[in-house]
Nanobody
């Protein structure tokens, strides 16, 4: 079992930055993939970024590439999402997710463990 807790959301003006954190407990991320997804009101949950912990590979949605960076701290068993140049369209609840058997890191259905979400609001 893995428990995930997100933090770092908030209200920011367009062009600003936020850093989200996803802390894991129960098991380490060492053999897992960790993904960030977001869901805006009335929209489906969408992939944002992911990393395969052991390989260190990273993946991004086209909409955030060049603005968002996913990183990790092995000692803290934590994954971060640094979000720069934020736009009003980035407003959503952001979730981190994890699982040990991910084939397609962009597919939310493949993740079994989810955090509770953290709200990000970008004002224009």
């Amino acid at each position: 079992q893995v428990q995930l807790v997100e933090s770092g959301g908030g209200l920011v003006q367009a062009g600003g930055s936020l850093r989200l954190s996803c802390a894991a407990s129960g098991r380490t991320f060492s053999t897992y993939a960790v993904g960030w997804f977001r869901q805006a009101p009335g929209k489906e949950r969408e992939f944002v970024a992911a990393t395969r912990w052991s390989a260190g590979s990273t993946y991004y949605a086209d909409s955030v590439k060049g603005r968002f960076t996913i990183s990790r701290d092995s000692a803290k068993n934590t994954v971060y999402l640094q979000m720069n140049s934020l736009k009003p369209g980035d407003t959503a609840v952001y979730y981190c997710a994890s699982d040990g058997r991910i084939i397609n890191v962009r597919d939310a259905r493949q993740y079994d463990y989810w955090g509770q979400g953290t709200q990000v609001t970008v004002s224009s």
